[in-house]
């Protein structure tokens, strides 16, 4: 008897032992078809002995997490207990542009420390009628409308409209979150 019959006996023997299908004990690579509106997976698995799988939950591991996966996205797929009728998805082996990450139902971008930010722009404004004045603006970021802080009696020379982002840097930060 040759070697390759003697593994295929054993592999029968070990499956027929088995409660469930031995594939079902494996995790799988697989692509992602679609994702549906719950956060579940349509998948293709590349193996040609598995079915193609619909609605299956994404497992992370992490409370308040899920993701939005982009079609083409590569995952392993798991069998619960080895059986069929419980399949998850997780072990992303795909380009991180593809998967977006979402923290407790978020819908912002998350900041680290020592990212910037912008905290809109000061304006000085020379007004020479009736006196020589210098106003102090503030527009918050994103609009072109300015706030009047207030004025100063100061004689002003140079262009007679200065505008000085204000920038910062975030300083602290959640400590269990690292982006």
Known sequence: M??????EILRRLVAQSLAVPLQYLASHDATVVAQGADGTLDLRLDSVDMPGLSGVPVWLGLPGIRVEVAKG?????????????KPFAGLWE???AMI???LGGGTKAVARVDDSTDSGTLVLRT????????????????????IVLGALGVQV??????????????TSGL???LG
């Open 73 to 85: 996205a590569r995952v392993k797929v798991g069998f619960s207990e080895g059986d069929p009728a």
């Open 127 to 146: 007004v020479t009628e009736p006196a020589a004045l210098c106003t102090i603006e503030w527009k918050p970021p994103g609009s072109a409308v300015a």
């Open 157 to 170: 020379s140079g262009p007679s409209v200065v505008e000085l982002p204000i920038r910062g840097i975030i």
């Open 175 to 177: 400590a269990s979150l």
């Open 94 to 96: 795909t380009d991180a």
């Open 2 to 7: 040759s070697a390759e019959r003697e593994r």
């Open 100 to 102: 977006r990450i979402v």
